[in-house]
């Protein structure tokens, strides 16, 4: 069983060593819960540290942390209270972005995209916090930055290299070559989820490696800029400056928040000079483009664009696969084919929010037992069976039109009009398909809004759409090939996106 990370001393201590009373805690916690339990919502996910005054639990999500205050503060509570001293209030901690991660793992690791997997994890944002004696919400002081081998950083070994990351893995690795060919300036983009904090923080790790003497930092741009302006406040900004700009490596994720800050932009801008002036190396991560980010300054894109500026793509569906199956067994569970499918087409291709449907389930497995198995139904039950509006007002049967035409191409006019080409005939299928599932409209409401005279028509286009989605059949999207499944996914994003 792997230690926690013990962050402050307690006083009178017992007659065992700190670590070792840490262990005892554990070891007690998992008796209470059973080994199933505890491997799955604490050997590889939530991490205990004892402080002076409390006993924490740091959780990857806050799911997580609903579920482990709801189902576990109590023998938490009981197991600390065997071994500890006084009685300690017990707090649980959040990092909202943050990804499950092995406590044993902690002092050398990072997660990821596999094995133990991506998704923006460790970001240097404050801890909220909610007690369980009493469960009230409170602030925890900020967690200390990210910046040694110790801090669990995400690893290049875990990383799923796929062809639609494998330019950004590659030149993420040589950034961290030590043989002098690496490269200086990186700058990656791509959509949330995809694995880009992951790639910057195994730079940062790999380097560590290779030379422990050097200065490396990664920060979230967010950080970057509160830092900054507390510097201004306090008249420390030559510190500041001294902190980032002689480091052998700066990795700045989320760098796209600096839009519309003039100042921290500037900053920034300076300090790529500095940095590449010593020779140094700069990694940056964004959700877009630099060309794209609106309200950047063209001098500090025109360095964003002098380093090399690769894009992230989404995951494919192989890759997408493989990767719900290593959530899986890391959880110690497997999940037949088709439910792995099922997961798939309704998380869209965010790796993060894949990971999240995954712990979900097996959440759900681990109540239920066996009495459902581990097929769709039990997927099914877990996550329900469609997605909604998240914007608390109905679907309108224009904007699911709407968003059918922006993902398959094909024309308004020609979705509602007679045309029988195949395209048209599929997409006419989908939007009968969401309109049934995210409005309250009848067939006959849909086939009328379709420019249909008999609702028969559209009952039987979804039926068959429906076909294609059992058997997982390929689709030609807008710009790409798709599953029936995935199509339904990106359209129901793409319905969302029109509302809001």
Same mark, same amino acid.
């Given at each position: ?8 001393? =307690? ?58 205050g709801k189902h576990f503060s109590g023998s938490l509570?009981? #197991? ?12 649980? %901690? ?20 596999? %094995? &133990? ?5 460790? /970001? ?23 910046? +040694? ?110 839009? #519309? ?17 010593? +020779?140094?190396?700069?990694?940056l991560a964004s959700d877009a483009h630099p060309r ?11 360095? =964003? ?42 998380? %869209?291709?965010?790796? &993060? ?10 959440? =759900? ?19 329900? &069976? ?49 309109? /049934?599932e995210m409005t309250t409209l009848s067939f006959p ?6 420019? /249909? ?48």
């Open positions: 069983m792997g230690p926690s990370t013990l962050v402050t001393e =307690f006083p009178s201590a017992p007659t065992v060593a700190d670590h070792d009373l840490l262990e005892l805690i554990q070891e007690e916690l998992r008796v209470r819960i059973g080994d199933r339990k505890y491997a799955l919502w604490f050997g590889a996910n939530a991490r205990i540290d004892i402080l002076a005054r409390e006993i924490r639990v740091t959780a990857p999500t806050q799911f997580a942390a609903d579920w482990i509570n009981e #197991s600390a209270n065997k071994y500890l001293p006084g009685k300690r209030p017990l707090t649980i %901690g959040v990092h909202p972005k943050a990804s499950p991660h092995r406590p044993s793992d902690c002092a050398a690791r990072g997660d990821a995209n596999g %094995g &133990r997997v991506t998704h923006d994890d460790a /970001r240097d944002r404050g801890v909220e916090e909610r007690s369980t004696e009493p469960r009230t919400i409170r602030s925890a002081p900020p967690l200390a930055p990210r910046e +040694g081998v110790g801090s669990c950083w995400r690893r290049f070994e875990d990383f799923l290299v796929a062809p639609p990351n494998r330019l950004a893995y590659e030149s993420a690795r040589q950034v961290a070559d030590v043989d002098g060919n690496h490269l200086r300036l990186l700058f990656l983009h791509g959509s949330c989820g995809v694995g880009k904090t992951h790639l910057l923080q195994s730079i940062c790790q790999r380097l560590k490696e290779l030379q422990p003497s050097a200065k490396v930092r990664y920060v979230t741009a967010e950080q970057f800029t509160n830092e900054y302006i507390a510097a201004i406040r306090e008249g420390s900004i030559e510190r500041f400056r001294k902190q980032t700009r002689r480091l052998d490596l700066l990795a700045i994720d989320d760098i796209h928040f600096l839009a #519309s800050k003039t100042a921290t932009q500037a900053e920034c801008q300076h300090t790529i000079d500095a940095i590449g002036f010593h +020779g140094a190396r700069m990694v794209q980010v609106a309200k950047f300054s063209a001098a500090l894109v025109s360095r =964003f664009l002098s380093g090399m500026v690769v894009r992230v793509d989404d995951p494919d569906r192989a890759t997408r696969l493989a990767l719900a199956e290593r959530f899986a067994l890391r959880r110690g569970f497997s999940l037949a084919p088709a439910a792995i499918a099922t997961i798939i087409d309704r998380t %869209g291709t965010s790796i &993060r929010e894949l990971e999240g449907a995954v712990m979900t389930v097996a959440a =759900f497995a681990a109540l239920e037992g066996d009495s459902i198995g581990r097929g769709q139904v039990l997927v099914e039950r877990a996550l329900g &069976r469609s997605v909604h509006s998240r914007v608390g007002r109905p679907v309108r049967i224009a904007e699911i039109l709407q968003a059918v035409c922006a993902t398959t191409g094909v024309e308004r006019e020609d979705l509602v009009g007679p045309g029988r080409h195949r395209r048209v005939v599929t997409a006419r299928g989908l939007a009968a398909h969401l309109a /049934r409401e849909i086939a009328s809004a379709l420019g /249909r005279s008999s609702h028969s028509t559209i009952h039987a286009a979804a039926a068959r759409f429906r076909a294609l989605v059992d058997e997982s059949r390929v689709i030609a999207a807008r710009t790409d090939h798709l599953t029936a499944g995935e199509l339904i996914e990106r359209t129901r994003r793409e319905v969302l996106r029109v509302q809001s």
